[in-house]
């Protein structure tokens, strides 16, 4: 007879190695064909809704780190729900107007002025679905479930319909109005961007000290007396109408060789410095509103430029003299209306002045910095020039700078409603909690909203124009394009005339000839993605309204989070989401932004095909993602070697319960042995945190919790005295069987604990559990944590028997490098113990030579009666001796009662009996 054919070693046919890469791809194909969303969706029916509304990406281009992070925290979460309670369905989206589809159409050719707006605009929409299919793929090679053949796209006729009912409810409240402001401008895009669609790179400036001269003192000021002002933005100067001071600041009068300039108190030094003043003097000091409404005269122009008071000069640089160009600057436009100033831009859409800058017309605004610092210095008003470099507004699409240029545009209120804006945020959960004062913060101080872009790919702002050029807006008007949209799509309000956009029969008093035209403007994209509740919530029967969570990258607290709670909040009095969450951008190994140009750019579909899905979604559970997070492949390297520690801890688990069915062979807990007991209750001690980990969306507290587990309680210590149970005694034998019912139940919840972050391989594992009768682990819920009373004194006990086992550890270590033992089974331990632990022994229930996996035990006594040589540990001395007796040929353990048996020479009596009671 061969004894190693009577060990019940463990089979199972789950590869050790996952394959990812291939398989994964299998088990998506069975997902689509047993439709996998549906069935989840019909198994969690009637339950609560739980709705975690998409914030949709843009349709252009391949997914990048920040996408995969992104929808993998959504997939992670909803699994997590469907399998906890909730009706969780989960409906994918897409942002598909805005000027980088008409870029890319533009890259590849597509000549837009030698075809008709309708046509070019088919062209955007048939690239956005051709993006929207690529994109589609690679977010479910990802293994992320949802609705992927019926997702919401911002160009589909319904939504776009239902964008217009948002506009109309908005300007029904007086929200929506046209006015003439500085707004960003981008030269580049040749249109009016949202602060959301702005970023701040470096960029080397102009920096020029210019005087202004009194021409009418009133008797404050002699005339000649100069003000100085000091701009980084020498093109604005053809814009000047005003000089700002502040009201209560000190300014001083300073005497120069035979001029004399004004300039704050506080900055006389700093500007004496700049400007190489060698000798001056102060000659005396007056307070800014003393000086309101004198008049000097600008430099280069023969035309006034009034001296005005405003609240927002500073004195923490420049001159507190501040330049004052109502049609640039926001604040500037401010001041200047208050003072009943023309608002002058003298700069056109592609970024060029105008005739209204004489002497500078046809110069791009960057290239007229030259000629008129020229022009400065030769009329001897240019005090000083230099370069400096600094953070400068840019437009996030083309990078290029912006510019602040009045145009008339149309905007959504904020002001109006701002209180309720913040009530709103107040009653929102935020996950981090520092996402409430940022988004307070951002609603509080912003202004207005610019919705209105000049361009053609987008959704058209629906207002007609009478014949004197009066705005038409009325609920009859917008509820009939809101029809017409619903029906045809966006695209007839550029194939039909404004006659045939407005409602049978139309007349308006301010058109008696009954002629009307139509805005060319469309809606900041930002309108489009801020109603996507209405167009996805609202609309859809399977989703209900307001979302429970929205989640997006940090970024959104100025981008959609906020227009979402603006347009909601103005329509419904709340937000559309109870709760918000952010994550933070994806850098390097080295916490240093992704570029092709440095390439460090990694890329996820690469990572799927060489490591797979459940790799990428594994390091996404393990980061801190509410902060910036790294990857790299090294990054990467260590998520795999987790992996596959939790792989092959799952395929060991599976191998020793092949012949373990549960209904026949579960013992019940009262029933099992303690050892059994401790690491059952140590599983539901993980089943609790974990559980409480995916309800506050921390899913690195997931990972860590079941990594430790694996590692630590199951791999490093029950697992590995396990083999001298369930490998060694007959295939029925209480102890056996009390063993697999621990496996079994911790395999099981592992599993199901995990699926929501390793899908393909739960689901995978789940096809080889014979006993489980669901088609997938995605129809099966959480584990619940199972309470016993025992649990305190059991955590109590064996937490001091784990200490006592580390100590025994440490001294087969010792002996082993002292070459005193080999494997732990030649040991024989002897214990010496703190008193304390001498009642852990008052039992003979615990097996201790197999707890610490040696072939002999003995407890000595008192750590007082250790002998000299035992190793002196914390909680007990330890004597590690070379064991007694034989080694057994079938349980290796050395024992001198092999050979009692003349049947089986070789075998230990346990294993003798075995042997004769089951192979013979």
Request: charged share 25%; net charge negative.
């Given at each position: 007879?061969?004894?190693?054919?009577?060990?019940?070693?463990?089979?199972?046919?789950?590869?050790?190695?996952?394959?990812?890469?291939?398989?994964?791809?299998?088990?998506?194909?069975?997902?689509?064909?047993?439709?996998?969303?549906?069935?989840?969706?019909?198994?969690?029916?009637?339950?609560?809704?739980?709705?975690?509304?998409?914030?949709?990406?843009?349709?252009?281009?391949?997914?990048?780190?920040?996408?995969?992070?992104?929808?993998?925290?959504?997939?992670?979460?909803?699994?997590?729900?469907?399998?906890?309670?909730?009706?969780?369905?989960?409906?994918?989206?897409?942002?598909?107007h805005g000027l980088p589809i008409e870029q890319a159409l533009t890259n590849k050719?597509?000549?837009?002025?030698?075809?008709?707006?309708?046509?070019?605009?088919?062209?955007?929409?048939?690239?956005?679905?051709?993006?929207?299919?690529?994109?589609?793929?690679?977010?479910?090679?990802?293994?992320?479930?949802?609705?992927?053949?019926?997702?919401?796209?911002?160009?589909?006729?319904?939504?776009?319909?239902?964008?217009?009912?948002?506009?109309?409810?908005?300007?029904?409240?007086?929200?929506?109005?046209?006015?003439?402001?500085?707004?960003?401008?981008?030269?580049?895009?040749?249109?009016?961007?949202?602060?959301?669609?702005?970023?701040?790179?470096?960029?080397?400036?102009?920096?020029?000290?210019?005087?202004?001269?009194?021409?009418?003192?009133?008797?404050?000021?002699?005339?000649?007396?100069?003000?100085?002002?000091?701009?980084?933005?020498?093109?604005?100067?053809?814009?000047?109408?005003?000089?700002?001071?502040?009201?209560?600041?000190?300014?001083?009068?300073?005497?120069?060789?035979?001029?004399?300039?004004?300039?704050?108190?506080?900055?006389?030094?700093?500007?004496?410095?700049?400007?190489?003043?060698?000798?001056?003097?102060?000659?005396?000091?007056?307070?800014?509103?003393?000086?309101?409404?004198?008049?000097?005269?600008?430099?280069?122009?023969?035309?006034?430029?009034?001296?005005?008071?405003?609240?927002?000069?500073?004195?923490?640089?420049?001159?507190?003299?501040?330049h004052t160009a109502p049609g640039h600057g926001e604040e500037d436009f401010y001041?200047?209306?208050?003072?009943?100033?023309?608002?002058?831009?003298?700069?056109?859409?592609?970024?060029?002045?105008?005739?209204?800058?004489?002497?500078?017309?046809?110069?791009?605004?960057?290239?007229?910095?030259?000629?008129?610092?020229?022009?400065?210095?030769?009329?001897?008003?240019?005090?000083?020039?230099?370069?400096?470099?600094?953070?400068?507004?840019?437009?996030?699409?083309?990078?290029?700078?912006?510019?602040?240029?009045?145009?008339?545009?149309?905007?959504?209120?904020?002001?109006?409603?701002?209180?309720?804006?913040?009530?709103?945020?107040?009653?929102?959960?935020?996950?981090?909690?520092?996402?409430?004062?940022?988004?307070?913060?951002?609603?509080?101080?912003?202004?207005?909203?610019?919705?209105?872009?000049?361009?053609?790919?987008?959704?058209?702002?629906?207002?007609?124009?009478?014949?004197?050029?009066?705005?038409?807006?009325?609920?009859?008007?917008?509820?009939?394009?809101?029809?017409?949209?619903?029906?045809?799509?966006?695209?007839?309000?550029?194939?039909?005339?404004?006659?045939?956009?407005?409602?049978?029969?139309?007349?308006?008093?301010?058109?008696?000839?009954?002629?009307?035209?139509?805005?060319?403007?469309?809606?900041?994209?930002?309108?489009?993605?801020?109603?996507?509740?209405?167009?996805?919530?609202?609309?859809?029967?399977?989703?209900?309204?307001?979302?429970?969570?929205?989640?997006?990258?940090?970024?959104?607290?100025?981008?959609?989070?906020?227009?979402?709670?603006?347009?909601?909040?103005?329509?419904?009095?709340?937000?559309?989401?109870?709760?918000?969450?952010?994550?933070?951008?994806?850098?390097?190994?080295?916490?240093?932004?992704?570029?092709?140009?440095?390439?460090?750019?990694?890329?996820?579909?690469?990572?799927?095909?060489?490591?797979?899905?459940?790799?990428?979604?594994?390091?996404?559970?393990?980061?801190?993602?509410?902060?910036?997070?790294?990857?790299?492949?090294?990054?990467?390297?260590?998520?795999?070697?987790?992996?596959?520690?939790?792989?092959?801890?799952?395929?060991?688990?599976?191998?020793?319960?092949?012949?373990?069915?549960?209904?026949?062979?579960?013992?019940?807990?009262?029933?099992?042995?303690?050892?059994?007991?401790?690491?059952?209750?140590?599983?539901?001690?993980?089943?609790?945190?974990?559980?409480?980990?995916?309800?506050?969306?921390?899913?690195?507290?997931?990972?860590?919790?079941?990594?430790?587990?694996?590692?630590?309680?199951?791999?490093?210590?029950?697992?590995?005295?396990?083999?001298?149970?369930?490998?060694?005694?007959?295939?029925?034998?209480?102890?056996?069987?009390?063993?697999?019912?621990?496996?079994?139940?911790?395999?099981?919840?592992?599993?199901?604990?995990?699926?929501?972050?390793?899908?393909?391989?739960?689901?995978?594992?789940?096809?080889?559990?014979?006993?489980?009768?669901?088609?997938?682990?995605?129809?099966?819920?959480?584990?619940?944590?199972?309470?016993?009373?025992?649990?305190?004194?059991?955590?109590?006990?064996?937490?001091?028997?784990?200490?006592?086992?580390?100590?025994?550890?440490?001294?087969?270590?010792?002996?082993?490098?002292?070459?005193?033992?080999?494997?732990?089974?030649?040991?024989?331990?002897?214990?010496?113990?703190?008193?304390?632990?001498?009642?852990?022994?008052?039992?003979?229930?615990?097996?201790?030579?197999?707890?610490?996996?040696?072939?002999?035990?003995?407890?000595?006594?008192?750590?007082?009666?250790?002998?000299?040589?035992?190793?002196?540990?914390?909680?007990?001395?330890?004597?590690?001796?070379?064991?007694?007796?034989?080694?057994?040929?079938?349980?290796?353990?050395?024992?001198?009662?092999?050979?009692?048996?003349?049947?089986?020479?070789?075998?230990?009596?346990?294993?003798?009996?075995?042997?004769?009671?089951?192979?013979?």
């Amino acid at each position: 007879m061969e004894y190693k054919d009577t060990l019940l070693m463990p089979k199972t046919d789950f590869p050790m190695r996952g394959n990812l890469p291939v398989k994964e791809l299998d088990i998506q194909t069975k997902w689509a064909e047993m439709d996998i969303y549906k069935k989840v969706q019909e198994r969690t029916q009637g339950r609560p809704f739980f709705v975690l509304h998409d914030g949709p990406p843009y349709a252009n281009g391949d997914l990048h780190m920040g996408h995969a992070l992104n929808k993998v925290l959504k997939d992670m979460i909803v699994r997590h729900k469907s399998m906890t309670g909730f009706h969780a369905p989960y409906v994918p989206g897409w942002d598909t107007h805005g000027l980088p589809i008409e870029q890319a159409l533009t890259n590849k050719g597509v000549k837009r002025k030698e075809m008709t707006l309708a046509e070019f605009r088919k062209l955007c929409e048939e690239y956005a679905y051709e993006q929207i299919d690529n994109q589609r793929n690679q977010f479910k090679r990802l293994g992320v479930r949802g609705d992927w053949e019926n997702p919401y796209v911002t160009l589909k006729p319904e939504f776009e319909s239902r964008q217009i009912e948002v506009f109309g409810e908005m300007a029904k409240k007086g929200y929506i109005y046209k006015g003439l402001k500085p707004v960003y401008w981008s030269p580049s895009s040749e249109s009016a961007l949202a602060e959301a669609e702005i970023e701040y790179q470096d960029k080397k400036s102009l920096s020029i000290y210019v005087s202004f001269s009194v021409t009418e003192g009133k008797g404050v000021l002699e005339e000649g007396t100069k003000f100085i002002i000091w701009t980084t933005t020498p093109w604005t100067i053809p814009a000047n109408l005003a000089i700002s001071l502040h009201p209560s600041v000190e300014y001083a009068v300073v005497q120069v060789r035979d001029k004399k300039f004004v300039v704050a108190k506080d900055l006389v030094e700093s500007v004496a410095s700049e400007l190489g003043w060698e000798e001056y003097s102060v000659e005396r000091t007056l307070v800014g509103k003393e000086m309101d409404r004198l008049v000097a005269k600008h430099p280069l122009y023969d035309r006034d430029s009034l001296i005005i008071l405003g609240e927002h000069v500073t004195t923490e640089s420049g001159t507190g003299c501040v330049h004052t160009a109502p049609g640039h600057g926001e604040e500037d436009f401010y001041v200047g209306k208050a003072y009943g100033l023309d608002v002058l831009c003298p700069v056109d859409d592609r970024g060029v002045m105008t005739a209204e800058a004489p002497g500078f017309e046809g110069l791009f605004y960057d290239n007229a910095n030259k000629a008129i610092t020229e022009a400065l210095d030769k009329v001897g008003a240019l005090e000083k020039l230099t370069f400096f470099t600094h953070s400068y507004p840019h437009d996030w699409r083309t990078k290029k700078p912006v510019i602040y240029r009045a145009t008339a545009q149309w905007f959504a209120s904020i002001e109006a409603f701002r209180d309720e804006l913040l009530q709103s945020i107040r009653n929102t959960n935020f996950t981090p909690t520092w996402g409430e004062t940022r988004l307070y913060n951002m609603i509080r101080d912003r202004g207005d909203w610019c919705i209105s872009r000049q361009r053609v790919w987008g959704v058209p702002i629906p207002v007609f124009y009478a014949e004197d050029g009066e705005p038409i807006l009325t609920e009859e008007t917008i509820s009939h394009v809101s029809k017409l949209f619903r029906e045809h799509g966006s695209n007839i309000w550029f194939q039909k005339e404004a006659k045939e956009l407005l409602p049978e029969g139309f007349t308006h008093p301010r058109s008696p000839n009954g002629i009307f035209t139509k805005e060319t403007d469309i809606m900041d994209v930002w309108f489009d993605s801020g109603s996507s509740y209405q167009g996805v919530l609202v609309e859809r029967d399977d989703l209900v309204f307001p979302a429970d969570l929205y989640l997006e990258g940090s970024d959104q607290y100025r981008g959609w989070f906020n227009s979402s709670l603006i347009t909601s909040t103005a329509v419904y009095g709340h937000a559309p989401y109870k709760g918000l969450l952010s994550h933070g951008f994806t850098l390097d190994g080295e916490g240093r932004k992704m570029s092709k140009s440095l390439g460090n750019v990694i890329v996820p579909s690469k990572v799927m095909n060489q490591l797979g899905a459940d790799i990428v979604r594994l390091w996404v559970a393990s980061v801190d993602y509410t902060a910036d997070v790294r990857v790299s492949d090294a990054i990467f390297k260590q998520v795999t070697e987790v992996y596959r520690k939790i792989r092959n801890t799952f395929r060991f688990l599976h191998g020793n319960i092949s012949d373990f069915h549960p209904v026949n062979d579960r013992v019940e807990f009262k029933d099992l042995r303690e050892v059994d007991q401790y690491v059952y209750m140590k599983l539901q001690e993980v089943i609790k945190t974990v559980r409480a980990a995916y309800e506050r969306y921390d899913f690195a507290s997931v990972y860590h919790t079941v990594n430790n587990f694996v590692s630590g309680e199951l791999s490093s210590f029950y697992l590995d005295i396990a083999k001298d149970v369930v490998y060694i005694y007959g295939q029925d034998h209480k102890d056996r069987r009390a063993m697999q019912t621990v496996m079994y139940d911790t395999l099981l919840s592992l599993l199901k604990l995990m699926t929501p972050i390793l899908p393909h391989t739960a689901d995978e594992l789940w096809s080889y559990l014979e006993n489980e009768t669901e088609e997938s682990i995605q129809l099966t819920d959480m584990p619940d944590a199972v309470e016993y009373p025992e649990y305190e004194a059991l955590a109590a006990k064996w937490s001091k028997i784990m200490d006592l086992r580390d100590d025994v550890l440490k001294a087969l270590e010792e002996a082993r490098n002292a070459k005193t033992i080999g494997k732990s089974l030649e040991a024989k331990v002897t214990l010496y113990v703190k008193d304390e632990f001498k009642p852990l022994f008052d039992t003979d229930t615990i097996d201790f030579a197999q707890l610490f996996i040696v072939s002999q035990f003995e407890l000595a006594g008192s750590q007082q009666d250790a002998t000299e040589a035992s190793l002196v540990l914390e909680n007990a001395s330890v004597l590690v001796e070379k064991a007694d007796g034989e080694k057994c040929e079938r349980c290796w353990t050395i024992s001198e009662t092999v050979g009692a048996n003349e049947k089986h020479p070789t075998l230990c009596t346990r294993c003798a009996d075995v042997v004769e009671q089951h192979y013979i």
